[in-house]
């Protein structure tokens, strides 16, 4: 049995380029994703900038053509999936977290590990050489349907489509090896005494997320073949002449929608932990949330048509994925009364983190409410297409990609980097960025109500959805946008200048349960030092009872 | 030391081979008997992938979960599959018909004698019901 | 490198590389079975390609599947040999094993070449696309288990990790049983 390595990398190249270190790597994905953010939202703003003032120089981009418009679109929608939310949420956040909660070294797999940063990395390098080829980046949307993503005489970039859909096959090839990663780890390594009812929620939806993420994206990978050939060589799998473009649909689809509860999964995973933190109380509910999300799961792979109700599928079928997508809601709002309930009564503690909790839960739930209008066929047929549908899914996404980021850095911050974060800074941010994030949307939701179809690049083409007051809406909500971005800034400053100022943090600083906080902050090589923990009881034992002098109870003492 | 272990795996290879030859043979004698090139071909290969992974793969001494998880992804494609089925199998329903047309490109056949007179022409009126 | 902790600890029971193989044949399962669901539907959409399907060489394709089963049961000798610690054994069959794929490109090498030589390639039409494909991706796979077994055949014979001699062999198994299914579905069927 060979030796454990207790010395750690020792030089720059090994310690930071090429770690092994699962902190490390974690490090290295929330970067990465955070500096994508910063690519989508640039993108966001030019768009919107477009639409706001149309044909006006966008300042800091220039004009924005018709085909610019398309492209900034399709990447703006694919980099905050694919390049921040999924990134940040399972990669980072998985790395970092798993091994340090359940109480062991490092993940089973490190160089695997690696590899997976490396091929994201390379798919980013993709993404990025799709904007500067001949004819520019891909402009199909994010969906890509074909016949307009197969032909280079419809979508006009003949190298930006087929390096769009490479990349994102280089950024799914990276999640599947990280997935085994996780998923691996935490079935085997767990600290001894852990049992299943003992993992802390926020690693349960890492690893469903991997899961679902793992069946669900192989039709799609299948298609991607299918498609980049169709792309590259001519073949016709999806062309009208000889195969089917509908099929596309269903493969991108049948991933797509298991997909966003791969994202949102681990959201309400970090969301659970830090209110059972910041309300000195027990989850309510562990089993129930744990088997509700096994039915979430599940279930997800039922209602993927709803996506597809006005493209020409069999009525029967949309009915079918009418009533299981209503369905699916029940889980859902499960989860989000459990976390209400577990609020209920406890001693609340309003720090940063806390605040972005409940964001996510007020937003979240505004979110799926306007869900059930899409996912009625028949009120579906108007709504399709419009800007209703797409303030709905930011008003998920939003709460998941960044309410939900905001939350676990603010919360994890202090185990990072050993430091504390500013509390006024953040609240600043917090208001800015949620009172802003509001202002953008709802007007989205009058705007699709009256009619304004999505990814139309002038309204002035189209003078029934030109009105002086649709028009204002649509200014107020860049303008809000641009207020959103702004209040990143305090952001951006408290979390660069905390790690090198901030106050120093002791390893526990809020008082938590989890093994994670046994840790020093940061935590060193080899997390524990040589004696890794036990585990002796459940992840939320606040204000126990049996326990006088405490109202925690952390996970590794044995009395 | 190829004892006892060794000789079942022997005997399960000459049973795949038995099975293998049976899979093979008889859709080539019979190639008009749908149900038996089916049974044959399809059948056997179902038998002979579930005798790979219990005996080779060593699965049936193996914890079920594993035999849980790789029936639960076959499930979920078969499920695909059955989804599916309306939409893409089918050139035509109740009230309405496809109107792809498939146009068998010209001279890409080779030596095929069925050279370019293979139009799937489907209707290109709308029906109305 | 050392393995870290995490990677001896067994909680499941099943040992740590073991239970990623198997995930990774779960993934595998849907990818294969992703692309073998679109070509069954276009299958039964399109009743015209029982005569493209019977242009493939059945004869190649039954030998491909001898090829590969009888490497299936070396690699699984090679299994049992290396759990009785019989390094040299273990090397012997995997490199026969690697030899049994060689066998099967070969053999699908010259068959590419002879759709190639009457004119038909992967654009001729979606029948060909879905063969090529298929068939190109479970060779690629092929290579790809070719390139491990060669790798740790020489950790086995210098007495290291021996237990990945049972993981590449599952994996071996796996693309022996792709194959099982490609072989009715591109070749037997008409």
Same mark, same amino acid.
């Given at each position: ?67 610019? @418009? ?37 993940? #089973? ?16 390098? #993709? ?175 039922? #209602? ?105 850095? @603010? ?130 034992? @606040? ?17 | ?30 190639? *008009? ?53 309306? *939409? ?23 030596? *095929?004698?069925?050279?370019? *007179? ?12 | ?190």
């Amino acid at each position: 049995m060979s030796d454990h390595d207790h010395h750690g990398p020792t030089n720059f190249w090994s310690k930071y380029v090429f770690p092994l270190d699962h902190k490390v790597i974690a490090m290295q994905y929330l970067f990465t994703g955070m500096f994508m953010a910063l690519v989508g939202g640039f993108m966001a703003y030019a768009f919107r900038m477009q639409l706001a003032f149309p044909g006006e120089a966008v300042p800091g981009f220039g004009t924005v053509s018709p085909q610019n @418009y398309n492209s900034l679109i399709t990447n703006h929608g694919s980099i905050m999936i694919f390049w921040v939310a999924m990134p940040v949420l399972i990669a980072a956040l998985g790395n970092f977290l798993i091994p340090l909660m359940i109480g062991c070294d490092d993940m #089973v797999f490190p160089r695997l590990n690696r590899l997976s940063y490396q091929v994201f990395l390379l798919s980013i390098v #993709v993404l990025f050489a799709s904007f500067f080829v001949q004819g520019g980046g891909f402009g199909g949307a994010w969906t890509s349907y074909p016949p307009l993503s197969n032909n280079a005489d419809y979508n006009l970039t003949p190298l930006g489509a087929p390096l769009w859909l490479l990349a994102i096959a280089l950024e799914i090839v990276a999640f599947l090896l990280g997935g085994i990663n996780f998923i691996t780890t935490v079935m085997n390594s767990r600290a001894p005494g852990m049992k299943m009812y003992d993992i802390p929620m926020v690693i349960w939806m890492i690893v469903i997320a991997c899961i679902l993420f793992m069946a669900s994206v192989g039709p799609l990978i299948a298609g991607s073949i299918m498609l980049l050939f169709d792309q590259t060589i001519g073949t016709k799998f999806f062309t009208v002449e000889g195969g089917d473009p509908l099929l596309w649909q269903h493969l991108f689809w049948f991933f797509g929608h298991p997909e966003v509860y791969v994202v949102v999964l681990p959201a309400m995973g970090v969301v659970i932990e830090i209110i059972c933190t910041f309300s000195r109380k027990k989850l309510f509910g562990y089993k129930g949330i744990l088997y509700t999300t096994f039915a979430t799961g599940i279930l997800s792979f039922f #209602v993927w048509a709803h996506h597809q109700f006005v493209s020409g599928i069999d009525p029967r079928m949309a009915n079918i994925f009418s009533v299981t997508t209503l369905l699916i809601s029940i889980p859902i709002g499960e989860m989000m009364f459990a976390m209400i309930a577990t609020l209920y009564g406890g001693a609340i503690q309003l720090k940063t983190p806390m605040l972005w909790a409940l964001a996510f839960i007020a937003e979240f739930l505004l979110g799926g409410v306007t869900g059930i209008y899409l996912g009625a066929s028949g009120t579906d047929i108007y709504f399709h297409d419009t800007y209703f549908v797409l303030a709905h899914f930011h008003y998920t996404f939003f709460p998941i990609a960044i309410i939900g980021t905001f939350a676990a850095v @603010y919360y994890w911050f202090p185990k990072m980097f050993g430091r504390m974060m500013d509390e006024t800074l953040g609240k600043i941010h917090f208001w800015g960025t949620i009172i802003s994030f509001n202002c953008i949307f709802i007007p989205l939701f009058f705007l699709g109500m009256a009619g304004q179809h999505r990814r139309i690049y002038d309204y002035r083409n189209f003078p029934d959805l030109n009105t002086p007051e649709m028009q204002d809406w649509r200014i107020f909500a860049t303008i809000s946008l641009i207020c959103l971005l702004v209040f990143q800034l305090p952001f951006l400053y408290n979390f660069f200048i905390s790690m090198f100022r901030g106050e120093k943090a002791p390893a526990n600083p809020w008082n938590s349960n989890t093994l994670e906080w046994l840790a020093p902050s940061p935590p060193p090589h080899g997390n524990f030092g040589p004696n890794l923990p036990d585990c002796y009881r459940g992840p939320y034992e @606040y204000s126990h009872p049996d326990r006088k002098d405490s109202d925690y109870w952390p996970q590794n003492e044995p009395n | 030391m190829s004892g006892h272990s060794t000789q079942k795996y022997f005997k399960v290879y000459f049973a795949l081979v038995i099975l293998f030859l049976i899979s093979y043979i008889v859709p080539e004698m019979m190639p *008009d008997n749908k149900v038996m090139v089916l049974l044959s071909a399809f059948g056997i290969a179902i038998v002979k992938a579930l005798m790979v992974c219990a005996y080779f793969m060593h699965l049936n001494t193996e914890r079920k979960f594993v035999w849980y998880l790789l029936i639960s992804c076959l499930t979920m494609m078969y499920l695909f599959y059955i989804a599916l089925v309306p *939409d893409i199998m089918r050139k035509e329903g109740h009230n309405w018909k496809s109107h792809i047309e498939v146009v068998m490109p010209e001279n890409h056949h080779g030596h *095929d004698d069925h050279h370019g *007179d293979k139009h799937e022409n489907t209707e290109h009126h709308e029906e109305k019901n | 490198m050392d393995s870290p902790i995490a990677t001896s600890r067994t909680r499941t029971g099943i040992s740590t590389g073991l239970l990623a193989v198997y995930w990774l044949m779960a993934s595998e399962i849907v990818i294969f079975g992703g692309l073998l669901v679109c070509y069954l539907l276009f299958r039964q959409r399109n009743p015209e390609w029982a005569e493209f399907a019977a242009l493939t060489n059945v004869h190649l394709g039954a030998l491909n599947t001898f090829v590969l089963l009888t490497s299936s049961l070396c690699v699984v000798l090679a299994h049992h040999a290396a759990e009785n610690k019989q390094t040299d054994k273990a090397f012997k069959l995997l490199w026969v094993t690697i030899f049994g794929g060689l066998i099967f490109l070969c053999v699908k090498s010259y068959e590419y070449y002879s759709k190639f030589s009457h004119g038909i390639d992967i654009t001729t039409n979606p029948f060909w696309g879905f063969y090529f494909i298929a068939t190109g991706i479970h060779g690629l796979h092929v290579i790809a288990g070719m390139v491990c077994m060669a790798v740790v055949s020489f950790q086995a014979k210098a007495g290291q990790h021996l237990n990945r001699v049972e993981l590449v062999g599952i994996y071996w198994h796996f693309v022996d049983i792709v194959w099982i299914f490609l072989f009715p579905l591109l070749y037997i069927a008409k």
